[in-house]
């Protein structure tokens, strides 16, 4: 069970739940990959709201790896996350909010009750 107050969450990848967590190490990881100089330049980044889906894998990457997970990059890109594209947004959005305490705009705290995510019905006019 993850611990909110070390910075855990948890997720469901391929029908899976795994504790994911941004240890100083994954952060250190981070910033080596995203090129910033510092943890004030990554939360920075983070606060702009704008990353790419290989940003999203290197965020749930090294979170799972900072949980202990032995898993690379290339093998978080080929999960499945529960709720597609959104789900992903939704990790990435809690492990951020639990990591720097939920000061970024539009992220939820890591206790807070996870959002319902629905794909849309294919079918109009039907849920």
């Excluded at 606060?47 to 090294?62: F, T, V």
């Excluded at 992903?88 to 705009?105: E, K």
């Amino acid at each position: 069970m993850a611990n909110r107050y070390r910075g855990e969450i948890e997720a469901c990848l391929d029908g899976k739940t795994w504790k994911l967590c941004l240890t100083l190490g994954a952060l250190a990881e981070l910033e080596a990959a995203f090129g910033d100089d510092d943890m004030l330049a990554l939360a920075e980044r983070f606060e702009k709201g704008r990353l790419s889906a290989n940003d999203a894998a290197r965020i749930i990457g090294a979170g799972l790896r900072g949980a202990g997970h032995d898993i690379t990059d290339q093998a978080v890109k080929a999960m499945r996350p529960e709720g597609g594209a959104l789900g992903i947004v939704d990790i990435v959005a809690r492990l951020l909010s639990a990591t720097f305490g939920g000061s970024l705009p539009g992220a939820a705290t890591a206790d807070a009750p996870r959002p319902e995510v629905r794909a849309p019905s294919p079918f109009p006019g039907t849920r």
